[in-house]
């Protein structure tokens, strides 16, 4: 009844506060947005987009355009679940942030003060590592359907590429083998986790994993209402798309969620639901140095960026099926959901151009052929 109620009130504030079909505003910055969304759209083919912008907890736009099912001819809606890929390491990161907040996760503590019988090329590797991809754990390939368990035992007899803390080099082993450690500290899956303890704080209703698993000649996937599907161009057809997240990837990858949920986490973040801000800012938006390079990702293990001045920090996956940025300077969130595999990451910070208006709104659009 709870969930059932707050869907409702989530619903009866976007009536009130923005026009049907596009949920766009009145205000001249929103228009000019839908305006060049759909510019953007027709131009590239993109069948469904979600946006929203969010300021220091307050939604200033909600968005839905085109199509999150072709063949059903089903629109984007507010509650459409889309695959956000690697914007996923958002969650994770803040059911980290959670974690250490609570005290139950140190950052600098080796591995192995959560796990059993780590290789000796392992011991150098503190929690921070994985989180800011700089472990030097090679990632895994092999057997799609193995445990996490089982993908920890097989990577303990691999090499480290690199030197655990010298370098910063992206790897979805880093956050599995994170993913395991929560497993250890809460005695619990991480897909229940990350449910019990990020989004129904933060009243995020719709989003889940599909669970997805082969059995014998077929796969079995649990129901997500409104999961939308993803397309990619082949021969000059639009053609249905699924990447294959194994499950001791899901840390890294493969959650569906909803305008509404990444709205509601946003919200949840700017007025310190789960963490103060005060102890999550450095994490979020600032980055340790390397001997080798300058950090590409923040203490959190988000992506990090600076344009003229204006910090930015977040993350893309699919590579553009999530592009989901803070901009902490301003306190917006720009959140741009989309159901085209082969769009490039950029959306988020051309909308965000048209509210801060010292960033370049000429930033390409771009998609590639898969």
């Not at 695959?83 to 959670?98: F, P």
């Not at 082993?173 to 986790?193: R, T």
């Not at 989309?338 to 998609?367: C, V």
Request: proline share 5%; charged share 20%.
């Amino acid at each position: 009844m709870r969930h059932f109620i707050a869907r409702l009130a989530f619903v009866v504030f976007l009536l009130f506060c923005f026009r049907p079909c596009s949920a766009q505003s009145s205000s001249a910055t929103s228009q000019a947005v839908d305006a060049f969304v759909a510019e953007k759209m027709k131009a590239l083919g993109i069948p469904g987009l979600a946006v929203a912008v969010v300021q220091k907890g307050e939604v200033r736009k909600v968005a839905t355009y085109g199509l999150a099912n072709v063949e059903w001819k089903a629109p984007v809606t507010a509650h459409t679940n889309f695959q956000i890929a690697s914007c996923t390491k958002l969650l994770t990161s803040t059911l980290v942030l959670k974690t250490v907040y609570a005290g139950k996760l140190r950052l600098d503590d080796p591995i192995g003060n959560y796990l059993d019988s780590i290789p000796t090329q392992w011991q150098p590797i503190r929690v921070k590592h994985l989180l800011t991809h700089a472990s030097g754990i090679r990632d895994f390939h092999g057997n799609l359907y193995l445990s996490t368990a089982a993908v920890v035992r097989a990577l303990r007899d691999s090499t480290l590429a690199y030197p655990p803390g010298s370098k910063q080099q992206y790897a979805q082993a880093d956050f599995m083998l994170l993913g395991y450690i929560l497993e250890k500290i809460y005695g619990k899956p991480f897909p229940q986790l990350l449910q019990e303890e990020v989004a129904q704080p933060l009243h995020m209703l719709d989003g889940s994993y599909d669970m997805e698993q082969q059995v014998g000649p077929f796969l079995r996937t649990n129901l997500i209402s409104q999961k939308a599907t993803t397309y990619y161009d082949w021969q000059g057809q639009l053609r249905a798309y699924k990447y294959l997240y194994p499950a001791y990837t899901y840390t890294a990858g493969g959650y569906f969620a909803s305008l509404h949920d990444l709205v509601q986490w946003a919200i949840g973040l700017d007025k310190e639901v789960l963490f103060p801000e005060a102890f999550a800012a450095p994490l979020l938006y600032g980055c340790d140095s390397l001997p080798q390079g300058n950090a590409e990702f923040t203490r959190a293990g988000w992506a990090l960026g600076t344009e003229k001045g204006i910090v930015s920090a977040g993350h893309s996956g699919g590579p553009g099926l999530g592009d989901v940025w803070r901009f902490p300077q301003e306190g917006y969130t720009v959140i741009v959901l989309s159901n085209d595999g082969e769009l490039l990451p950029g959306l988020a910070s051309a909308i965000a151009a048209f509210y801060m208006k010292d960033l370049d709104r000429n930033t390409p659009i771009k998609k590639y052929e898969r």
